[in-house]
């Protein structure tokens, strides 16, 4: 069974700050999702990464994908109420043909 | 249309009862799946359909049935449930070739309660 272990699993911070979370697994993937879930809601597709080293920007939100596919960061800069959700990354196996969840984190943004 | 429609979106069900959970996609994806989610968990795998064939079913208990009538309905039938089945069931669907297997797009779920 491949394991992804995110870190931090709850984060609380204050608008304006910047944060990092992390997604870590000792099975390499050939691509790497991250997803946001609001409750009582599905998760939604913020981005995939596919090639090592990769890194991805959608306005406040930077992704990186570890060199050996193994890790990815979600970096958030000048946090909003708005971010505020929990974050999934999710890494899909090729041979098992299965995307695998990590544990999660919590974000709460304060105004 | 690139929405995953689910209903209902709240069930309250007894252990007795007989219920189906519905999700409908028009993107035109080929592969759709069945996932469980407790309260601040990750989703877990149940079920995924291949062009309407169910190619993974993750040890599900029976009281679970799939059902893929077509390739933009997905369907799960309950009965007998227990009261550890309570739990947000998401559905999802991909393409299914390819890198675009690998994006699913994930409906609001159904909120299930089992009394």
């Known amino acids: 069974t491949q394991l992804l272990e995110q870190s931090p699993q709850f984060l609380s911070i204050q608008e304006g700050e910047n944060l990092t979370v992390y997604c870590n697994s000792s099975s390499v993937f050939s691509s790497l999702q991250w997803y946001r879930q609001e409750p009582g809601e599905g998760p939604v597709l913020l981005v995939t990464?596919?090639?090592?080293?990769e890194v991805k920007k959608l306005k406040r939100l930077t992704f990186q994908f570890g060199d050996a596919r193994k890790d990815s960061s979600l970096h958030i800069t000048a946090a909003q109420p708005g971010d505020t959700g929990l974050y999934l990354c999710a890494g899909y196996s090729g041979s098992a043909r299965q995307l695998t969840f990590g544990s999660g984190t919590q974000l709460t943004v304060l105004p | 249309d690139t929405e995953v429609t689910q209903t209902p979106k709240h069930l309250v069900m007894g252990m007795t009862n007989k219920k189906s959970l519905k999700c409908e996609q028009h993107m035109g994806h080929r592969a759709m799946y069945w996932y469980k989610q407790k309260a601040k968990k990750p989703p877990e795998l149940m079920f995924v359909y291949s062009y309407e064939k169910l190619s993974i079913n993750e040890s599900v208990p029976s009281r679970f049935s799939p059902e893929c009538p077509n390739s933009s309905l997905l369907n799960l039938h309950l009965h007998a449930l227990q009261p550890e089945d309570s739990a947000l069931y998401l559905c999802?669907?991909?393409?299914?070739?390819?890198?675009?297997?690998?994006?699913?797009?994930f409906g609001s779920g159904t909120q299930l309660s089992v009394l």
């Open positions: 990464v596919v090639t090592g080293g």
């Open positions: 999802a669907s991909s393409q299914d070739r390819g890198r675009e297997r690998e994006k699913l797009f």
